[in-house]
């Protein structure tokens, strides 16, 4: 029996076989790839990442701010404070009590911000924390007004009238405000320095003296002069009752004012009052009657004693007397177009005008003298009425009166056309132009309506006449504002083909033998009718008429010429008009208008 083993005992000699080498190229997810690496991730909440390792974290010690204690002014922003420690930072930061109000802690334990109100000192305890560990310290904190840095009056001198109140408003405090307000010396009399630093009460004392004021608050104080004079009681609140004054030439006047205070001793009065008033000293009263034009004018009154002074303003005007009753005669102007009105000159009553308006102005053409008040011009442009407010002014008033204007062209004149009578031709363009040699036509009509196809165009006829008309007398309109007039055409329309064919209407032939004499259409309006048989061959005329009237010919027994519009023209027995045929061919029936 024979028994194979593996090993030594192989068949194939002692091979081992190496272990495969992993590409991690082509196969990255392959066991052998992969690298071992340390994130923070994998630290505890009591380590602390090294950036390739954790290590074990360290509590915090020796937390300190550099100070033990601050001292912090209302508004102002404090420097921030940050803390120092030793160890790992902390996480987490606490205060207790808490901070002033204005005040913060960030997340690094940074105390900032500006303190909103005055506090004490109080000392606040400040824990960092961390996973290991914590550490402690205090910080005591002031918080103090600023301190004022100066103070102001309104003056530097307090004035007051002896026996009556006295009083300066409150200072003007810059930086902090002040809690306490003390004065060197003691204020004079009854005269009291308040809690917001005013100084009010009854001057008992004549005379002066100065003191210092006092501000004060936790922050510091400041001082300042202020002197205070007390003087007997000077006149104040003057007026004249009834001002301002407009007073008027020749009528007398009296104005005697009122005041409070002490007996006034002068008066005086800047500038000079108008010619006939004057200024008493006894009372300050304005006495007289003015006598001439004084414009308006502003004028200072002082009323004067020991004790001081009081002035007051007032305004004075002198007027002229006003005018009254203005008018023009005429003042309805209807005028025609280059009419001159010469010179129209108002009148009126009172006083004398200064100046001279219209509203509004007047027609194109016309002016009016700024000084007098004439109106004077010549009517140039066309218009319909219009109205025009004219006014006298003086400073003692005003009075107005109206104007009305209207212009008008002259009438309608000097108006022709070539003719007075016109024959057209139907369907055949027709222009009859006029002329004017007169004023300006703002309208043309026409009466009865022209033939079909004519119109009236600024007074030309134009057109191209559609069908026959019979001659008819039509009146032409011209009309301007200054009034119309009619002048008159006779026009007819004539229409060659239909007058012929109307007069061969119902015509047969007719041979009257003998020999028949030619007669050729004569006029504008003429044409042929009958044509020979025989002699001088189908082509020759024996027979004519014209349409000038549209007159129509037809023979009837015994041989009659008879117009088929307006008469008859015939032949009868015994009447040897016509003996004969041949004479009756020779007629050829064209007659004038009417």
Do not use: K
Not at 132 to 147: E, F, K, N, R, Y
Not at 190 to 206: H, K
Request: net charge negative; proline share 8%; aromatic share 8%.
């Amino acid at each position: 029996m024979l028994m194979l083993n593996s090993g030594c005992l192989g068949l194939f000699g002692n091979e081992e076989e190496e272990p495969e080498e992993a590409n991690c190229q082509t196969q990255p997810t392959h066991p052998d790839c992969f690298v071992d690496v340390i994130t923070e991730e994998d630290c505890t909440a009591q380590q602390v990442f090294t950036g390739d390792s954790c290590r074990l974290m360290q509590p915090p010690t020796q937390l300190s701010y550099g100070e033990d204690s601050i001292t912090l002014a209302v508004g102002t922003e404090m420097q921030a404070l940050t803390p120092s420690f030793l160890g790992d930072g902390p996480q987490n930061w606490f205060v207790n009590p808490r901070l002033p109000d204005g005040l913060d802690m960030d997340d690094s334990g940074v105390i900032s911000g500006i303190p909103l109100e005055e506090a004490e000192s109080i000392r606040h305890t400040i824990i960092a924390t961390n996973a290991m560990g914590s550490a402690a310290t205090t910080l005591d904190i002031v918080v103090q007004a600023p301190a004022p840095e100066s103070i102001q009056y309104l003056s530097e001198t307090l004035a007051c009238t002896l026996d009556s109140h006295c009083a300066i408003d409150p200072p003007l405090v810059i930086g902090g405000s002040a809690h306490t307000w003390s004065v060197e010396p003691p204020l004079p009399g009854d005269l009291e320095l308040l809690e917001d630093g005013s100084i009010s009460g009854m001057a008992r004392t004549l005379g002066h003296s100065n003191h210092t004021i006092i501000a004060s608050n936790t922050g510091g104080s400041v001082d300042t002069a202020l002197r205070i004079v007390t003087l007997h009681e000077e006149p104040h609140s003057l007026s004249y009752p009834g001002h301002p004054f407009y007073w008027t030439i020749g009528e007398y006047e009296q104005v005697i004012p009122s005041y409070e205070g002490g007996q006034a001793t002068h008066w005086s009065i800047e500038p000079p009052l108008p010619s006939g008033i004057l200024l008493h000293q006894a009372d300050g009263s304005l006495r007289g009657t003015p006598d001439t034009v004084h414009p308006l004018r502003e004028y200072i009154i002082t009323a004067q004693n020991t004790g001081g002074s009081v002035s007051t303003t007032i305004l004075i005007d002198v007027r002229d007397l006003a005018v009254e009753n203005l008018r023009y005669d005429p003042y309805i102007f209807d005028l025609r177009q280059d009419e001159d009105i010469g010179q129209v000159n108002p009148t009126w009553q009172g006083g004398t005008p200064d100046t001279w308006e219209v509203h509004p102005p007047l027609p194109t053409g016309f002016q009016i003298d700024i000084y007098t008040g004439g109106i004077s011009g010549i009517a140039t442009l066309l218009q319909t009425w219009s109205s025009h407010t004219v006014w006298a002014n003086n400073s003692g008033g005003f009075a107005s009166t109206t104007l009305q204007f209207r212009i008008t062209s002259l009438p309608p004149d000097q108006i022709w056309w070539p003719s007075d009578q016109f024959a057209l031709h139907s369907n055949h363009s027709a222009h009859i132009p006029v002329t004017n040699d007169g004023p300006e036509i703002e309208t043309w009509e026409v009466h009865p309506d022209l033939p079909a196809g004519l119109t009236l165009q600024g007074g030309d006829i134009t057109g191209t006449p559609a069908e026959r008309a019979d001659w008819r007398q039509y009146t032409v309109w011209a009309n301007n504002t200054g009034g119309s007039v009619g002048l008159m055409l006779w026009i007819a329309v004539h229409d060659l083909r239909a007058d012929q064919s109307d007069l061969l209407r119902d015509m047969g032939e007719t041979n009257w033998g003998g020999w028949p004499s030619p007669i050729l259409p004569i006029g504008e309006w003429a044409f042929p009718i009958g044509f020979t048989q025989e002699g001088y061959g189908s082509t020759i005329p024996v027979i004519s008429a014209s349409s000038s009237c549209r007159w129509c010919i037809s023979f009837s027994a015994p041989w009659t010429l008879c117009s088929g519009c307006n008469g008859c023209i015939s032949d009868s027995p015994g009447n040897p008009a016509i003996s004969s045929l041949s004479l009756g061919l020779y007629f050829m029936v064209q007659l004038p208008r009417g």
